[in-house]
């Protein structure tokens, strides 16, 4: 870099690193100027109640009046940060406290979802031993401790739990006990494609078989000419001991005119859904 004064011809050439380091430094330098200009305030402050003391009379009341006021600005500082300090130490308490709350009204929300779902299994059971009752049935309530093709059950021969045993909740049949152990069992679900049996449909006096799709269930033998409604409830007729008769099986979910023959496709959507289920009651009479 060329500098140049008055005299075109005088120059001074600063290399650009120093110069660069120059204004890098440059903040840093008036930062510390602050300071120093805080420091020469405070020792005046300090220095002038040093010569109240000591000035003669005439200087003394100047010189008093210039320390007081340096007391009073120093005064006031202080208060604003004792202040400024208060409010600090209120909002960090408050925003403490909201976290503390946060974290409450959580815990409340999952004891909440964990009693909503107490009380809808609760109900079930109680749909179960209703249901049961109503039919003139006997059985232990189980709990689900396994999902997939069969639910595994915590209940098994010492409970009275049998091969062939039906499992159902307070909306109907869940499905069969195929497999029983000493405190265990295996329930294959209704809608499972290994199941059939004679159904009665709601409005409808003859009785027709219903065989499970996997998902749900289907009445492969209707005629067309049957009476059958969208919603119509599909019960056990008990025909064949299989299950007991009279309990809720499905729900015409969907008819439709079979292309291959005088029937029709319907799909029964079972009334007793597996899926989360955590509890059921297994008909030991």
């Known amino acids: 870099m060329l500098s140049t004064g008055g005299d075109r011809s005088a120059w001074t050439y600063t290399p ?50 210039v320390a007081s ?14 202040v400024a300090w208060q409010a600090h130490t209120r909002t960090a308490a408050l925003i403490d406290e909201v976290q503390v709350l946060r974290s409450e009204r959580e815990q409340l929300q999952l004891d909440l979802m964990a009693t909503r779902a107490a009380l809808a299994e609760a109900d079930r059971v109680a749909g179960a031993v209703a249901l049961a009752r109503t039919e003139g049935l006997t059985g232990t309530t189980a709990r689900v401790i396994g999902h997939g093709a069969t639910l595994r059950l915590d209940r098994g021969e010492a409970d009275g739990v049998t091969v062939g045993s039906t499992a159902i909740t307070g909306d109907g049949i869940v499905g069969q006990i195929t ?35 996997g998902d749900a269930l289907t009445l492969p ?20 001991g299989v299950f007991p008769a009279d309990l809720p099986v499905g729900v015409v979910e969907s008819i439709a005119q079979s292309p291959d023959g005088p029937f029709l496709q319907v799909q029964l959507r079972p009334t007793a859904s597996v899926e989360a289920l955590s509890e059921v009651m297994v008909l030991t009479r």
Request: hydrophobic residues 45%.
């Open 179 to 213: 497999a029983v152990g000493p405190s265990h069992s295996e329930l294959l679900p209704i809608a499972d494609r290994r199941h059939a049996l004679q159904v009665r449909i709601e409005g409808v006096a003859k009785a027709t078989t219903a065989t499970g799709t």
């Open 221 to 240: 033998h209707l005629l067309a000419t049957a009476p059958i409604e969208v919603d119509a409830l599909v019960f056990s007729t008990g025909v064949g």
């Open 69 to 82: 006021q340096a007391q009073f600005g120093v005064g006031q500082a202080a208060s604003t940060v004792a």
């Open 16 to 65: 650009a690193p120093l110069r660069r380091r120059a204004e890098a430094t440059a903040p840093s330098t008036t930062r510390s100027r602050s300071k120093a200009i805080g420091r020469v305030l405070v020792a005046g402050t300090l220095l002038a109640f040093a010569i109240a003391g000591t000035a003669s009379p005439m200087l003394r009341a100047p010189v008093t009046d």
